[in-house]
Every structure is written in structure tokens, then in C-alpha cells.
Antibody, heavy 118, light 109 residues
């Protein structure tokens, strides 16, 4: 069965960096694009970034462009989110999700909480 | 990359139907047939309910249906059940990025 397991969250000071990981299993990872989506406490879902199945293309939301970078390692079945220059407003649960047919996000991880606070 | 517009709340009694709207622009909802809907219970990860405007993944009850007209997509939940009480989010492809709606809290009275 498809499994996505995020890790790397925690408490970090403003301006510092953090790298999130999402380990995938149960499907051919190298055949699927992957997304990161976040949800601030008590707020709605916000799309963050996407990476193509082979890493050839990647796009980021305007709110994180220039600070966050999505990447992947198909040999490790893992997608990453490098987060630099973190701000208080980046505090959220971060989910990774699989890009399925028809531009849908068909499987989601359980999320990892990032708290940006001094 | 403005969020799609959804009503903050919706409600209905058990057995009734409720429709949630999701309004975007010609650059997202109106420009592509790639609208999907997600259900989220408190403290849980989102779950895909509808994709490509009106298709249902296997395992999703046929009480859930989707449609689109112009720049507005809609999710209809028929025969409301207590377990349908949750947050619902639309998501649209927008050319090289994706954009979510603000979310709708569905209450089953």
C-alpha cells in the first residue's frame, strides 16, 4: 500500500533553516511527481511546491519562492523541502502528497509540524 | 496565486443534500478540467474525494459528486451522514502551480 512518511519538523528560530523529508513506499516513486502542502494552525490548506517525477521541473508558491526549494532523490524514494530564512508565518503542518492522474493529489502523508518561534 | 473562493461554512440535516461552491478565474478553475476536492477531519490528513471535476476515486461513496460551470466548481454531498461533517477544500491546477480554496466547514445538524 502507498505510504508517505514526513519527518524533519520541529521548533526553529526565525531566519534559520530546516529540511523536511518525505519517504515514499508502496509504489514506483520515480514515476510520480510529488507535492508539498502546508496548513497553518486553524487555517486552510496552502499549496507550497511541486516537483516532476524525474526532477526536471519544479515550481513553488509565491509565498515561499526564493526561500524554499523542493528536491528529490529517486534512489532513496524521498522528496525534500529545504526551508531557508524561516518566518513566523511559515509555522504549519507540512504534508507531502503524491501527484496522481489528472493533476490530483491522491495520497497524503500524516504531516510534520514546523514551528518558527524565538 | 490568489486562493479560490469557498463559503466558510455549510450545513444540512441528515439525509439532505448540500452543495459547496469554489470560484476561481479563467486562469485556474475555468481554464482546466483539473479541479479536485478533499475532505479533512480534525487532526487528520486530507482525503481525495473528487478529481478532474467530477470523477470519484474507488472507495468514495457515490453520494459525493462534482461539477463545473465557467469559473465555478461545485461539490454536492447527497444523503448527508454524520461522518460527512468535516472540512472540504477544492484544488485547481493553474498552469504551472496549484491553488486551494479557503475551505468550507460542513456541519451535519
Amino acid at each position: 500500500q502507498v505510504q508517505l512518511v514526513e519527518s524533519g519538523g520541529g521548533v526553529v528560530q526565525p531566519g534559520r533553516s530546516l529540511r523536511l523529508s518525505c519517504a515514499a513506499s508502496g509504489f514506483t516513486f520515480s514515476s510520480h511527481g510529488m507535492h508539498w502542502v502546508r496548513q497553518a494552525p486553524g487555517k486552510g490548506l496552502e499549496w507550497v511546491a511541486v516537483i516532476w517525477y524525474d526532477g526536471s521541473n519544479k515550481y513553488h508558491a509565491d509565498s515561499v519562492k526564493g526561500r524554499f526549494t523542493i528536491s528529490r532523490d529517486n534512489s532513496k524514494n524521498t522528496v525534500y523541502l529545504q526551508m531557508n530564512s524561516l518566518r513566523a508565518e511559515d509555522t504549519a503542518v507540512y504534508y507531502c502528497a503524491r501527484w496522481g492522474e489528472g493533476k490530483r493529489l491522491d495520497y497524503w502523508g500524516q504531516g510534520t509540524l514546523v514551528t518558527v518561534s524565538s | 496565486q490568489s486562493a479560490l473562493t469557498q463559503p466558510p461554512s455549510a450545513s444540512g440535516s441528515p439525509g439532505q443534500s448540500v452543495t459547496i461552491s469554489c470560484t476561481g478565474t479563467s486562469s485556474d478553475v475555468g481554464g482546466y478540467n483539473y479541479v479536485s476536492w478533499y475532505q479533512q477531519h480534525p487532526g487528520k490528513a486530507p482525503k481525495l474525494m473528487i478529481y478532474e471535476v467530477s470523477k470519484r476515486p474507488s472507495g468514495v461513496p457515490d453520494r459525493f459528486s462534482g461539477s463545473k460551470s465557467g469559473n465555478t466548481a461545485s461539490l454536492t454531498v447527497s444523503g448527508l451522514q454524520a461522518e460527512d461533517e468535516a472540512g472540504y477544500y477544492c484544488l485547481s491546477y493553474a498552469g504551472s502551480n496549484w491553488v486551494f480554496g479557503g475551505g468550507t466547514k460542513l456541519t451535519v445538524l
